[in-house]
């Protein structure tokens, strides 16, 4: 037993040495749902534009294909597409199309099972505004999954929390809005900028969470969402359903600098893993963005 223990700890130190941005010891990942990049230039959101100042930033990411939920939020968190995790509509809750691969958990390899399989001694956590976030991960594999059940304000506090008091080595927030107010009011509208105003409140609140943990040198933030949106809907393929902001921050990361580099939801996964030092599952498709990076 005495014997294992060591190993297992030496295998723990080969992976932290690994970690490409070796000052990285917290990952923050906001996904905003509905929030579509061509917005971001003309929106009120002070705490956003700060993030992007002193970090690195598009406003050309793009989603996959449709421009829904559920497909993309997987996409994003399975650093693969649809044609190989499965999951192909606005509310999948199970892959239309079966999983090429699948693991111990039951699920297509995501962020989370990665993180468990390599590092299975730190805290992860997943913080869901919609509950269909519920139906992506593998919550087996992450130490604190809430469901906020719509409620934004519950979905912040809990965040906020789990942050303050857990320092997870990677956390997922999902925030709802402000595609609850394109469907219902439409894209490009007050009401909708109105919503994103809100957004960056949240946005805020979390790096000041961030702060008051002690944990700002050590943390990068990630800030991007599943799709835009177009009159009152998405799911299309105009630019303004398709195109995202993809926006980091924190340790190691270049300080206002816009990114060149071709961007796809799925290598949102990829980046993560790329500054822990995981090892990517083969069936993954995403690559990290390292232009990011010093």
């Known amino acids: 037993m005495?014997?294992?223990?060591?190993?297992?700890?030496?295998?723990?130190?080969?992976?932290?040495?690994?970690?490409?941005?070796?000052q990285a010891k917290h990952i923050i990942l906001i996904g905003c749902d509905g929030f579509g990049a061509y917005a971001?230039?003309?929106?009120?959101?002070?705490?956003?534009?700060?993030?992007?100042?002193?970090?690195?930033?598009?406003?050309?990411?793009?989603?996959?294909?449709?421009?829904?939920?559920?497909?993309?939020?997987?996409?994003?968190?399975?650093?693969?597409?649809?044609?190989?995790?499965?999951?192909?509509e606005w509310g999948s809750k199970t892959p239309e199309i079966p999983s090429i691969y699948t693991t111990r958990y039951k699920l297509f390899p995501?962020?989370?099972?990665?993180?468990?399989?390599?590092?299975?001694?730190?805290?992860?956590?997943?913080?869901y505004s919609w509950p269909g976030i519920g139906y992506l991960i593998e919550k087996a594999a992450i130490s604190k999954a809430f469901p906020a059940n719509d409620d934004e304000e519950l979905c912040l506090k809990e965040a906020v929390k789990t942050i303050t008091e857990n320092k997870p080595l990677f956390t997922f927030i999902h925030f709802d809005e402000p595609d609850h107010t394109g469907h219902n009011i439409g894209h490009r509208t007050p009401a909708y900028y109105k919503a994103l105003h809100k957004v960056d409140e949240r946005i805020g609140a979390i790096v000041t969470a961030v702060q008051k943990a002690g944990i700002a040198d050590e943390t990068i933030i990630i800030v991007s969402a599943d799709h835009g949106?177009?009159?009152?809907?998405?799911?299309?393929?105009?630019?303004?359903?398709?195109q995202i902001p993809w926006i980091i921050h924190g340790v190691g990361v270049k300080k206002g600098h816009e990114l060149?580099?071709?961007?796809?939801?799925?290598?949102?996964?990829?980046?993560?893993?790329?500054?822990?030092?995981?090892?990517?599952?083969?069936?993954?498709?995403?690559?990290?963005v390292k232009e990011a990076f010093d």
């Open 229 to 242: 949106g177009k009159d009152k809907g998405h799911g299309g393929k105009s630019l303004d359903e398709v």
């Open 260 to 288: 060149s580099s071709p961007i796809i939801t799925y290598d949102t996964a990829s980046t993560i893993a790329w500054i822990l030092g995981l090892e990517e599952p083969a069936v993954w498709r995403g690559k990290a």
């Open 110 to 127: 995501s962020i989370f099972s990665i993180i468990r399989d390599q590092r299975p001694n730190e805290y992860t956590a997943a913080v």
């Open 40 to 88: 971001l230039p003309e929106a009120d959101m002070p705490n956003l534009k700060k993030l992007m100042e002193t970090g690195a930033w598009t406003l050309k990411a793009r989603s996959v294909l449709p421009s829904s939920s559920a497909v993309n939020w997987a996409s994003m968190l399975m650093g693969a597409g649809p044609t190989l995790h499965g999951y192909t």
């Open 2 to 22: 005495k014997k294992l223990i060591i190993l297992t700890h030496l295998l723990f130190s080969v992976f932290a040495l690994n970690a490409q941005v070796k």
